[in-house]
């Protein structure tokens, strides 16, 4: 089945500094990645997706880069804010047709700190 | 619109007896149904995939007669977890899908915090 990892585990910036947040995943078949933000005891919230046509896509200070060759996406967030803090988890996900009915595969989350 | 609901948010239940979590979709006919465990900072780990009118698809490892789940319409799902044991006490985390096959969006309920003591 497919396997997403996650990078870093933690990571902790300066308020107005970029964060970047990197996922390689396994199964060449997967064509959609999106990002999830959750916060202690919350569900997650989806702040950006990308499916696998796209190279990249930007939300104003969000942005995230997909290279299929490599099997890689990435998250960046410019201009951090201290409410960015937060636990942030990749996914992919293989075609929602067929038996995988879309399901996603998690990353192990990356602990954002934001430092004002 | 894509709101999904959990019953109950939490639940406190004592070992050996059984628990029920319902997920509904407010909004939208939710064709596929995911359920999800969650543990003290660890990431969401798939339980099992819920398809309306047939038997739920577990994940490998996933005790299908222990965590019973019933996706009995287009907007509601169940999970059971039965004679809980404090090993399960985790964060329980239901999504849905609608209908539309191009829709990859999955939509997330608030969770339900079960406690077994």
């Known amino acids: 089945g497919e396997n997403v990892e996650q990078h870093p585990s933690t990571l902790s910036v300066q308020e107005g500094d970029s964060a970047v947040i990197k996922c390689t995943y396994s199964?060449?078949?997967?064509?959609?990645f999106p990002w999830y933000k959750q916060e202690l005891g919350k569900r997650p919230q989806l702040i950006i997706d990308i499916r696998s046509n796209v190279g990249e896509k930007k939300d104003q200070r969000i942005a995230v880069t997909l290279n299929k060759t490599a099997k890689h996406f990435s998250l960046h967030i410019t201009e951090t804010q201290p409410e960015d803090s937060a636990v942030y988890f990749c996914?992919?996900?293989?075609?929602?047709?067929?038996?995988?009915?879309?399901?996603?595969?998690f990353g192990q989350g990356t602990i954002l700190t934001v430092h004002p | 619109g894509a709101v999904v609901s959990q019953h109950p948010s939490w639940v406190i239940c004592k070992s050996g007896t059984s628990v029920k979590i319902e997920c509904r979709s407010l909004?939208?006919?939710?064709?596929?149904m995911f359920w999800y465990r969650q543990f003290p900072k660890q990431s969401l780990m798939l339980m099992a995939t819920?398809?309306?009118?047939?038997?739920?698809?577990?994940e490998q490892g996933v005790e299908k007669d222990k965590f019973l789940i019933n996706h009995a319409s287009l907007t509601l799902s169940t999970l059971t977890v039965t004679s809980a044991h404090p090993e399960d006490s985790s964060f329980y985390i239901c999504?849905?899908?609608?209908?539309?096959?191009?829709?990859?969006?999955?939509?997330f309920g608030p969770g339900t915090r079960l406690t077994v003591t």
């Open positions: 819920s398809n309306e009118g047939s038997k739920a698809t577990y």
């Open positions: 999504s849905a899908r609608g209908h539309s096959g191009d829709s990859y969006e999955q939509y």
């Open positions: 909004d939208f006919q939710a064709t596929t």
């Open positions: 199964d060449s078949a997967s064509n959609y």
């Open positions: 996914a992919a996900s293989l075609p929602a047709g067929g038996t995988s009915y879309g399901k996603l595969t």
